[in-house]
């Protein structure tokens, strides 16, 4: 994509003159708009207004930036690796978009005042923490959008936010986000248990219009899975999540002694929510009045049953046993290729194989005219 010169420096003082600019965005047009969004973004991150301005601007910043970005990145979504020039451009920009907004919240965090008599200071802390989270998770999914390999510390980032809200007591506040839910409340576990469920339901190898699903459903069914502390040594769960490893979910053999970062994911309510989804679909109820999309009653089912097992966290049987290695795994593609590196030498043509063209295959057919039968 073709950068355009910066238009001139910025700067917003107040709520009004914020939302003045964000009501003039170009929303016809994605990418004048991103450029205007990203304007407006440097901006408050360079010279930051009131910590009650800021994030009202944020908030307000939302659905427009939400709307852009995937306009956006339905240029690269559904395409073939490696991604061309322009399609590359498009995802660096999304996921500096994200990048920045979750900046923005968690410096509306070092900036808030602590006000621990304010009954509100709670919920806004939440909210923020909430924020941060989110847009930490979208820097993730764009990666699984795009088949790229998560960038170092992701994980890490997103415990940390996630942690701070544990520790500040928050982790369970209802917030409000109209982008994934106006009917009901979540909270920063929620959003955190979110990304951890697309994790675990192979988001490489779904396809796009899978792992929108996935999202809407984790997303949904999030509140129903609590985390907790691993407070019992005889009772080891089956995946567990420390908070100081830039991992995610993981099955717990892979941990050799938890500390007191581990956590659990408690995934009973989720799998009896998935199995009272899978009899109702099976009674010959659309998905779309269970609140799982306007979807083919068949596809919604099959794609269930597939979540079942890693949802439930229950481990799938293996018929070979996996061995820890490290290296790195070359693809090669085309036949020339392929015989290159399984032989050693490049391939030629050998001279018993000949290519016949249309004019040439023609040329030993029989020139006499066959007499066609007369009807009469």
């Not at 009973?268 to 979807?295: F, K, V, Y």
Request: aromatic content about 8%.
């Amino acid at each position: 994509m073709n950068a355009t010169p910066n238009p001139s420096p910025l700067v917003i003082s107040d709520l009004l003159s914020g939302s003045d600019y964000l009501a003039k965005l170009s929303l016809a047009n994605p990418t004048i708009a991103e450029q205007q969004l990203m304007h407006l973004l440097d901006a408050l991150l360079k010279n930051p207004p009131d910590p009650g301005v800021l994030l009202g601007l944020l908030e307000q910043a939302r659905v427009p930036i939400c709307f852009v970005e995937e306009e956006i990145a339905r240029r690269y979504h559904n395409k073939p690796l490696v991604l061309a020039d322009e399609e590359e451009a498009c995802f660096q920009q999304v996921v500096m978009a994200w990048r920045k907004m979750s900046k923005a919240y968690a410096l509306c965090a070092s900036l808030e005042q602590p006000d621990v008599d304010n009954p509100k200071y709670s919920s806004l802390m939440a909210t923020i923490l909430h924020r941060c989270l989110y847009y930490t998770g979208m820097v993730i999914l764009e990666h699984y959008h795009a088949r790229r390999e998560l960038p170092p510390g992701i994980w890490l980032e997103l415990h940390g936010y996630f942690e701070t809200a544990e520790e500040w007591g928050i982790a369970y506040t209802p917030v409000e986000d109209a982008l994934e839910n106006n009917l009901q409340a979540t909270h920063c576990a929620a959003a955190y248990v979110t990304l951890l469920l697309i994790d675990i339901a192979s988001p490489y190898s779904n396809s796009v219009r899978n792992l929108g699903l996935i999202r809407r459903w984790a997303a949904m069914w999030a509140p129903l899975v609590p985390i907790r502390k691993l407070d019992d040594d005889f009772e080891i769960p089956p995946y567990t999540v420390e908070l100081m490893k830039d991992a995610p979910l993981h099955p717990a053999s892979q941990v050799e002694s938890p500390g007191g970062d581990a956590r659990r994911l408690d995934t009973t309510q989720l799998g009896l929510q998935i199995n009272h989804m899978l009899g109702q679909l099976r009674q010959r109820i659309t998905p779309s009045q269970l609140g799982l999309g306007e979807e083919t009653s068949s596809h919604v089912i099959q794609l269930l049953e597939h979540l079942l097992r890693p949802w439930t966290q229950s481990v799938a049987p293996r018929k070979f046993r996996r061995f820890t290695t490290e290296g790195i795994a070359r693809v090669a593609i085309g036949f020339e290729a392929m015989h290159f590196f399984i032989t050693g030498d490049s391939f030629e043509q050998p001279d018993s194989a000949q290519a016949y063209s249309r004019g040439s295959s023609t040329r030993y057919l029989p020139s006499a005219r066959v007499p066609i039968p007369s009807r009469r």
